[in-house]
């Protein structure tokens, strides 16, 4: 009893001695209360890490009727200086394997090329300078998206973001690698996986070319909206003339307006861009086979205006009701862009259109349209309806694994003009503006931070606006891995 007693005794002695001392000592007041400041000591001037992208494709088209094996391996290296700036080397060496001899192609084929050499300079607070050889991307990605040198700067400021570039891409000869999505020289994979980018865009090979961009994205304001602005200019370096007269220059420049935000409920979601190109090309002018000369001696190109259009919007909704068990997402989208009824094809931006001013819709970026068609936004409208789902994201393996899937509607505008796609019908031929539709799905899983899985299904059912003997039904099966070492 002695004993339970002396320790109660001895309990009380603490907690008195607590007190007193708790009361000897001044409470700090609520508005002087802050975070513990950080300091701006660089403790390690120099960081260095390197590694191996890994990415093996799979792929299998009913239209090729054979597989394709494509790797991409990007030895990597990265220099962080000061603890703010960061310096990065990326190699490619690409693999292409196709299981039949394709007659205009190498049946296994390994280009190299330095893909990325750039520095991310941020100076202040909000401010970065981009340096080098690097992914450059402007607005959502449309007018355009690829690899190139050059210069940019961006700056986050109380009236809004804005950012500045001058670019330069080029052409190295057949015998070395171009800085283009597409490949090295003379190559051209039909399919080619790039971090960061949807696997059903089809980029554009740039050419030598200079770009001058600036674009601007206010703050927000009501119902969390945000206003952008965006201009581009392409200058070719392609000036020459051909021994038949021809010439292929063409400097385009574009104007954007967009807004997006939310519709009366956080869960509703509204994206919306408008585009218009203007700028020079040259329309075809031969001396036989070939359209007539409206402004030009035969034999010559004759120099044109540009006048195109195009918009892109997309409404995403997160539904409440199943959002715990599968975290579903419903999302709507439109694109369209204008087309030329006498154009000759749809995917050159040069000696296409026969006369007049041009009015086909070209670009340098990426346009999301679906697996199996992969088209270009040219003298096409497409509706899309699609379904996004995590369906077992409440399993610690599988949190991480996205599915989608799309419903796409394909058609014309000009019904005589043309698409990226040759197969379509163009001019008298034409009998109908629908292009057809397709369905996609794709698993994408996260496994890890450094290993990520991917499957694609497509398919593609053409409509009345293709010739009669291409209106076969495309299949398309895709599987990527990717590993960081």
């Not at 206010?218 to 945000?226: I, L």
């Not at 954007?256 to 935000?261: E, M, N, T, V």
């Not at 694994?401 to 031929?429: C, F, H, W």
Request: proline share 4%.
């Amino acid at each position: 009893m002695r004993k339970l007693y002396s320790f109660f005794i001895a309990v009380g002695i603490l907690l008195a001695g607590s007190m007193l001392s708790a009361q000897q000592e001044e409470l700090i007041p609520l508005e002087d209360l802050k975070p513990l400041e950080i300091s701006e000591k660089v403790l390690n001037p120099f960081g260095f890490s390197y590694g191996l992208n890994l990415n093996q494709t799979f792929y299998h088209d009913t239209a090729l009727n054979q597989f394709l094996l494509i790797g991409a391996y990007r030895p990597f290296a990265m220099l962080l200086i000061n603890e703010n700036h960061l310096v990065t080397a990326r190699g490619k060496i690409s693999y292409t394997h196709y299981e039949k001899k394709i007659a205009s192609r190498k049946q296994d084929e390994v280009v190299g090329a330095l893909e990325l050499f750039n520095i991310d300079y941020n100076f202040g607070k909000n401010q970065r300078l981009k340096a080098g050889r690097a992914f450059y991307k402007m607005g959502r990605g449309l007018l355009f998206a690829n690899f190139a040198d050059g210069l940019e700067f961006s700056r986050v400021a109380s009236w809004g973001q804005y950012k500045a570039l001058a670019l330069y891409s080029a052409e190295y000869g057949a015998g070395a690698c171009a800085i283009s999505i597409q490949g090295c020289g003379s190559s051209s994979n039909p399919f080619n996986v790039v971090p960061g980018q949807a696997a059903d865009v089809t980029l554009p090979d740039a050419g030598k070319r200079l770009f001058y961009g600036f674009e601007y994205i206010s703050p927000g304001m009501f119902w969390g909206g945000r206003l952008s602005a965006l201009a581009l200019y392409s200058q070719d370096l392609n000036t020459g003339t051909r021994a038949n007269g021809e010439k292929y220059t063409f400097n385009p420049w574009y104007a954007s307006l967009g807004a997006r935000g939310i519709l009366f409920t956080p869960a509703l979601r509204y994206i919306v861009n408008y585009y218009y190109q203007g700028g020079s090309t040259f329309n075809q002018c031969r001396t036989s086979g070939g359209a007539t000369c409206t402004n030009s001696a035969p034999g010559t190109s004759a120099e044109t205006s540009i006048s195109a259009h195009a918009a892109m919007a997309d409404v995403n909704y997160t539904i409440p009701f199943f959002e715990q068990l599968v975290k579903p997402g419903v999302v709507a989208q439109y694109a369209f862009a204008t087309g030329d009824a006498d154009r000759v094809g749809g995917g050159t931006p040069a000696q296409a259109s026969k006369s007049g001013n041009d009015t086909g819709f070209y670009y340098f970026g990426a346009f999301s349209g679906g697996l199996a068609l992969k088209p270009r936004l040219h003298n096409m409208q497409v509706f899309r309806l699609g379904l996004n789902l995590r369906p077992l994201h409440f399993m610690y393996y599988f949190r991480n694994l996205a599915m989608s899937l799309k419903y796409s509607r394909y058609a014309k505008l000009e019904q005589a003009g043309p698409t990226s796609d040759p197969n379509v019908a163009i001019g008298t031929a034409a009998t109908s503006s629908n292009l057809g539709s397709a369905i996609d799905l794709t698993l994408a899983w996260d496994y890890r931070s450094d290993v990520k899985f991917f499957y694609g299904f497509g398919t593609f059912s053409p409509g009345e606006a293709y010739k009669a003997d291409k209106r076969s039904v495309t299949t398309v099966h895709l599987f990527s891995a990717t590993i960081n070492l």
